[in-house]
């Protein structure tokens, strides 16, 4: 069975772009997170879903980050305006259950270089 | 809020000496622990977690740890170090209640020497 996959694997920004970050979860997973990993550091905590709904979103940085699943499966990270501080390898993860202590499944992360 | 530190940023141990990884918790409610592996580019894998009963945990690759209450301590072990156990190791707490976001230490790299 397929893991958890995300794309692109790394992304090169000039500073003010655009981008999302897309993430396939494992089929079938309810809960979804998104973590930010800057260089050397532990991943940080961005935003949750419970199937389709933001449940969690206390972690996003500033109102340049935006995060949507849709349909309960795909999920989408956008960061609008990107800035240097913004460079990270982006984590998500995904979760059978929607809640308790089931592992969270990490993806291989998208490396974001914001020049 | 809860936080987690790693002591030591960096460990350097022999092929066959005892790994030990350092990780302390603070939380006002004992949290779920959590140890999870991290190879170059590649995503988190988890080793181990404790949840509730024994308080000494057996993971993969001959990984352990053990949850002790009074010195909010986690701490990993192995007794004896592989060469492939080379890579970074973050130590993980989660709310007992919510049970969802993982709130990470700073992580610590293995180096192992032949």
């Known amino acids: 069975g397929a893991g958890v996959s995300q794309s692109p694997r790394y992304k090169v920004a000039k500073r003010g772009q655009d981008v999302a970050l897309r993430c396939d979860p494992i089929s079938g997973h309810v809960s979804l997170f998104w973590y930010q990993q800057a260089l050397g550091q532990g991943p940080e905590f961005l935003t949750y879903?419970?199937?389709?709904?933001?449940?969690?979103k206390s972690g996003l940085p500033s109102d340049r980050f935006f995060a949507e699943r849709p349909e309960g499966s795909v999920s989408t990270l956008k960061i609008q305006r990107t800035q240097q501080e913004d460079s990270a390898v982006y984590l998500c993860?995904?979760?059978?259950?929607?809640?308790?202590?089931?592992?969270?499944?990490f993806g291989p992360g998208t490396r974001l270089t914001v020049t | 809020a809860q936080s987690v530190t790693q002591l030591g940023s960096h460990v350097s141990v022999s092929e066959g000496a005892l790994v030990l990884l350092r990780c302390n918790y603070s939380s006002s409610v004992p949290p779920y622990l959590f140890w999870y592996v991290q190879y170059p580019n590649q995503g988190l894998q988890l080793l181990l977690k404790y949840t509730t009963g024994a308080t000494l945990v057996k993971g993969i690759n001959g990984f352990e740890a053990e949850f002790k209450k009074s010195e909010t301590s986690f701490h990993l072990t192995k007794p004896s170090a592989h060469m492939s156990d080379a890579a970074e190791y973050f130590c993980a707490v989660s709310d007992r209640n919510a049970g969802n976001m993982l709130t990470f230490g700073g992580g610590t790299r293995l180096m192992v020497k032949p």
């Open positions: 993860a995904s979760r059978r259950g929607a809640a308790g202590v089931g592992e969270q499944y």
């Open positions: 879903f419970q199937n389709e709904a933001q449940l969690d």
